[in-house]
């Protein structure tokens, strides 16, 4: 079961790369992009991303760019970050919330930010040890971590007001949409089942779990890593 994260952990001094004023200019580039809601914006300030990305990347953590972190996976552009997170939390009041795929904890920290509970599950050992490292230092309590498969998401925690997937699957999996809370909204990357690439044709979809079912909307196009069953 997931743990949570409680530590002194390892300090948030990072390589220099601390200036607040480094992130508000990245907070800033987001407004111009369209994100308005100011708990986003607000959370995404607060986290110090260079903290989850490579030391010879650093430089670039507050660029609006996916970087590698290993496993062939990234963290996520800034932007897709608020947007997703924005879309979620529209006309709704943060409660609890899943991440499926952790990588390498950087959303789950924006996500802690915002929501009272979240927890974040990672299929890949290696990396939900080097995130639960990333997030020790900024004493988390109300982020748990799990390493288990994403397509399974946590029945155990269940119900979520909130599900974010942070890699693209060729369909919804069919347990993270009865995890689904009622009036719950979950937003993921889907991508064509016929596509010969798993980064093609994906596009970003929320999902809203009302009274008579559910229902989807597509948005626009996005790419992410794939979705992949199982734990590694």
Known sequence: MARGL????????????TSPRTRARMVERLREKGIRDARVLAALAAVPRHLFVEEA????????????????????????????????????KPGKALEVGTGCGYQAAVLAGIFREVYSIERIKALHERARANLLGLR???????????????????PFGAILVAAA????????????????????????????????????????????????????????????????
Do not use: C, W
């Open 57 to 92: 990347l650093a430089s670039r953590a507050y660029e609006d760019d996916a970087l590698p972190i290993g496993f062939g996976q990234t963290i996520s552009h800034p932007y897709v970050v608020a947007r997703m997170v924005e879309l979620v939390l529209e006309n709704k």
């Open 140 to 158: 988390l309590s109300n982020l748990r971590l799990a390493h288990g498969d994403g397509y399974a998401g946590l029945p155990a925690a269940a």
């Open 169 to 232: 699957a060729p369909r919804v999996p069919e347990a993270l949409l009865q995890q689904l809370a009622p009036d719950g909204r979950m937003i993921l990357p889907l991508r064509a089942p016929e596509s010969g690439k798993a980064d093609d044709a994906q596009r970003l979809v929320l999902i809203e779990r009302r009274a008579r079912g559910f229902v989807e909307a597509g948005l626009e196009t996005v790419r992410f890593v794939p979705l992949e069953v199982g734990k590694a």
């Open 6 to 17: 409680t530590s002194r952990g390892v300090s948030q001094a990072g390589i220099g790369m």
